[in-house]
């Protein structure tokens, strides 16, 4: 295909875009590890959740090490020795950085994925309504070791990873990503229908605005996010397209970023209704406190001369403790 970019050229701006939303995801991970600790004492702290976060940073951080090592291997350790140069190194499938990088790539999706499944049922409450989802989530994680054999033995040495070494297109990589594609879609959809119906049943005893539709919405687009460029991915494969080296590459901070991307809604609604209730607790008490200790009333009274009293205001039965005189009369406090 002319049209068609080169397969070194194709590694190299994967490397440089992959940098670029790897920067985002750090930025993320930073918000979701504050959004996690801000104002709570340890014990309060979720660890799974936090320890998975950090487990998708380092995954993603392997990642793009190991594509910077690749890179530096094919321009500069083995630029004069590997026969056919950096363009024919980058197409050999079988190189042992490669194998790792989809190795990273295929825990990092089994991860976000399990991760999706288990809110659903955290929410749902029901092994019923996840057994679809988990039979799909075996399903990858088979495709995804006949996947990571696949490349292994290639030996093509074409930089074309549809075409095995025996010249069928490797249908355990179409497999993988259609499964990843429907394994996400399904559990997001559970997740926001369950959610968003919870919502509307108490929303129908209550008069507080929604506090939980941020979320359902933020679990839709994150959603939309990761499932639009796994299509992409999935037609660059289909099409024979080096591009989706590109789009493989940029796919792991992807993931990350689209788990960041629910936990910092769920920190951030968490925190202002934890806000709105310490405003509600404080006016309940200054309204108990009034009650208790209602303030006494000031006492007015103006006199005349004679003594006779020509408006009084309060507490008639308390004396006065401060009085004022004028030429016309006296103001008594």
């Known amino acids: 295909m002319s049209s068609n970019i080169s397969v070194d050229a194709g590694s190299l701006l994967a490397l440089v875009l992959e940098g670029v939303v790897y920067g985002f995801s750090m930025l993320m991970f930073i918000g979701t590890i504050w959004g996690l600790t801000y104002k709570q004492r340890m014990q309060d702290v979720s660890r799974p959740i936090a320890a998975v976060a950090i487990l998708l940073f380092i995954l993603s951080t392997a990642h793009i090490v190991v594509n910077t090592i690749r890179a530096e291997d094919a321009l500069v350790t083995y630029a004069d020795t590997f026969p056919g140069g950096p363009a024919a190194f980058f197409a050999d499938l079988a190189q042992p950085t490669v ?5 990273l790539y295929i825990l990092e999706t089994l991860l976000a994925d399990g991760i999706m499944i288990y809110r ?27 996947l990571t054999y696949s490349y292994s033995h290639d030996t093509s040495n074409t930089g074309n990873i549809t075409i095995n070494e025996s010249g069928q297109p490797i249908k355990w990589a179409a497999a993988f990503f259609a ?62 397209n080096n591009g989706e080296f590109v789009i493989a590459d940029m796919l792991i901070p992807t993931i990350s970023i689209t788990f960041y991307m629910i936990l910092i809604r769920i920190a951030l609604n968490r925190n202002r209704r934890n806000h709105s209730s310490i ?46 005189q004028s030429r016309k009369g006296s103001l008594e406090l």
């Open 279 to 324: 405003i509600g607790v404080i006016n309940e008490t200054e309204r108990s406190n009034l009650q208790q200790y209602p303030v006494p009333s000031l006492q007015v009274q103006f006199m005349r001369n004679d003594g006779t009293a020509v408006y009084r205001a309060g507490d008639e039965s308390q004396p006065s403790t401060f009085t004022t």
């Open 99 to 103: 194998v790792i990088k989809n190795v």
């Open 120 to 146: 659903c049922y955290v929410v749902w409450q029901s092994v019923l309504i996840i057994i679809l989802p988990s039979i799909l989530w075996c399903g990858l994680a088979v495709a995804g070791v006949f």
């Open 179 to 240: 499964l990843t594609i429907a394994t996400n879609l399904l559990s997001s959809g559970l997740l926001a229908y369950r959610i968003w119906k919870i919502e509307r049943n108490v929303s129908a005893v209550r008069s507080k605005k929604s506090t939980m539709m941020p979320i359902v919405r933020i679990l839709i687009d994150s959603a939309v996010l990761y499932t639009v460029v796994l299509f992409i991915l999935l037609v660059c494969f289909i099409c024979s």
